[in-house]
């Protein structure tokens, strides 16, 4: 350590002529510096490779010497070097001495006179070295700035390599969480719906059991009330899969618009008889009020529902209250919303003074099967499907609840922009019956469901051609066969109901064709699907309906 500092500390001495370079080098070690005299400006530079702490320098040796290596090693300094250099001039000062040129050119340099006292050259030999340790310190600090930026780095990207494995572990986590919660929620929905539809089921295999027994043994009286035991459960299987269409916006809707306040006013006597007389029901609907677009049945469902739970929370009786206002949605609001967007719409609200919900109870309130009701008083579809419903139609729902308080649930439905034009249906009651030679074309690939549609259709007149499919529907609809009306599935295999219909009227202009649907996504929303002459009725549909829709059609 002590060498190291020796050659780093050193004075390299150049002044080659006569005694002074061992003059000065004498003087240097009896002062206790070290030092090494060279002969040349090349020796001179190959001894500042290996260190120095200072530069004794004869003037006389610099002139007509070629300067470059010197100036280029001063040049090439870090930036926390200035080697100190003591230039030995001669008597008159570096005023009048050609050698202070060289000294602005050389930076850090200190003049000396000769003949100078010994004392003078170490008291300069010292302030140099005391600058050129300062230098060394600034140099160690910087080192240790380095370093420690070096380690700091390093911690920085271990840091974010621990941030970024963490934030992995974390997604992985969330994945993982979320799917369990899929498969919660999979299996809440799968087991409610087992357990509902094998109740109602047993109900229709029961009841059609019963019937084969009774008729194999001539048995013909009281079979009405089995017939009855078996359409009822089928018909509360039909409306659990519209529940669960509505739940995962996927059943079939008729928007149009909608006089809130007229459909609301026509359903206050359903309303009250479902009510238990200890329950007040108050309407407050604003005189106001904008036009909806909403399909009317699903919302006249989605109104009931709310009401029946509203009920079923006041089990000692209170106040119902239902009430419909405008209401302008900003972007803050509809961002934190999924498919809302913002603007005008026409809110129904159902407000109850009941018992009220907890947030936790709140926050699965829309979830498939989930109820707080009794087992067997309660399917816990209702919100569901009010929430299904308000998302198809391009709306919202909220729930707002006070344990003791009561609960407000608000279907939020956009205002109807367009023009209303004639939107009021006329009911007409005609006939069913077909007139003389009326055909209908039936596509359908479920071999029952067509079966079932002709028979009907043949026991009031109507003469029927059939297809399983669309590849075998076009060359009847390429013939010169009559056709009145085109009864088709949406989803055929191959090509679907809606591509038949778009070549059956290439091959008849005019033609009208009704749509029968157990699901089709594509025709979720009917205004978007149905041309002018093209209607649509879900499976399943009672034949009063199908028989009216067909007369209606034909003769329209």
């Not at 310190?137 to 080192?143: C, G, M, S, T, V």
């Not at 498969?183 to 295999?205: K, R």
């Not at 900003?330 to 026409?346: H, K």
Request: aromatic share 6%; proline share 4%; hydrophobic share 40%.
């Amino acid at each position: 350590m002590t060498q190291h500092r020796a050659i780093y500390e050193r004075a390299i001495i150049l002044a080659p002529l006569g005694r002074d370079g061992q003059l000065a080098l004498m003087m240097l070690n009896e002062g206790g510096f070290s030092g090494v005299a060279v002969q040349d400006l090349n020796q001179l530079c190959t001894e500042l490779d290996q260190g120095a702490g200072l530069l004794i320098i004869a003037a006389e040796a610099l002139r007509g010497a070629n300067l470059e290596p010197l100036m280029h090693y001063l040049e090439q300094q870090p930036a926390w070097s200035d080697l100190p250099l003591v230039l030995l001039t001669h008597h008159g000062g570096p005023e009048q001495n050609p050698s202070s040129q060289l000294g602005a050119l050389l930076g850090n340099v200190t003049f000396l006179e000769r003949p100078f006292h010994p004392m003078t050259l170490i008291s300069v030999v010292t302030t140099a070295l005391r600058g050129r340790r300062r230098q060394y310190e600034a140099r160690d600090r910087l080192i240790d700035l380095s370093e420690s930026e070096l380690r700091l780095q390093n911690t920085l990207e271990t840091l974010e390599q621990q941030v970024e494995e963490r934030t992995a572990q974390l997604r992985h986590n969330e994945e993982a969480l979320r799917q369990a919660q899929k498969m919660e929620a999979v299996g809440q929905l799968t087991g409610g719906i087992a357990h509902d539809f094998n109740n109602m089921l047993t109900g229709i295999i029961g009841s059609l059991e019963l019937l084969r027994r009774r008729l194999s043994r001539g048995r013909t009286e009281d079979l009405d009330s089995l017939i009855d035991l078996g359409v009822t459960s089928a018909n509360r299987a039909a409306g659990l899969t519209h529940r669960l269409l509505a739940f995962s916006r996927r059943q079939s809707l008729d928007s149009k618009p909608v006089e809130m306040n007229t459909l609301v006013t026509s359903m206050g006597e359903l309303l009250q008889r479902s009510l238990n007389e200890s329950i007040h029901l108050d309407m407050q609907l604003d005189e106001q009020l904008w036009v909806a677009e909403a399909d009317p049945n699903q919302l006249e469902s989605a109104l009931l529902n709310l009401v029946l739970n509203a009920r079923d929370a006041m089990p000692d009786g209170g106040k119902l209250v239902v009430t419909t206002a405008n209401r302008h949605l900003d972007a803050r609001f509809t961002e934190a919303q999924s498919n809302l967007e913002p603007g005008d719409y026409v809110v129904l609200s159902v407000r109850d003074s009941g018992c009220g919900m907890p947030e936790h109870i709140i926050n699965r309130a829309f979830d498939p099967f989930f109820t707080t009701k009794p087992i067997g008083q309660g399917t816990g579809l209702g919100l569901s499907m009010i929430y299904g419903f308000s998302k198809q139609s391009h709306g919202h729902v909220t729930i707002e609840s006070e344990v003791g308080e009561g609960t407000t649930v608000s279907l939020f439905l956009p205002r109807f922009t367009g023009n209303l034009g004639q939107n009021a249906r006329i009911d007409q009651q005609q006939a069913p019956y077909a007139r003389e030679g009326e055909t209908v074309l039936i596509v359908e690939d479920d071999p029952a469901v067509r079966v079932l549609v002709s028979e009907v259709l043949s026991e009031l007149g109507y003469a029927f051609v059939e297809a399983g499919d669309a590849s075998s529907a076009m060359p009847i609809l390429d013939s010169d066969q009559r056709i009145d009306l085109l009864i088709s599935d949406v989803g055929l295999p191959g090509m679907n109901g809606r591509q038949l219909a778009e070549i059956g009227r290439q091959f008849r202009p005019g033609l009208k064709v009704l749509f029968i649907t157990g699901y089709a996504e594509h025709a979720a929303v009917r205004g978007g699907f149905l041309d002018p002459g093209m209607q649509m009725i879900t499976k399943p549909f009672t034949f009063d309906l199908l028989t009216a829709k067909v007369r209606e059609m034909i003769s329209a």
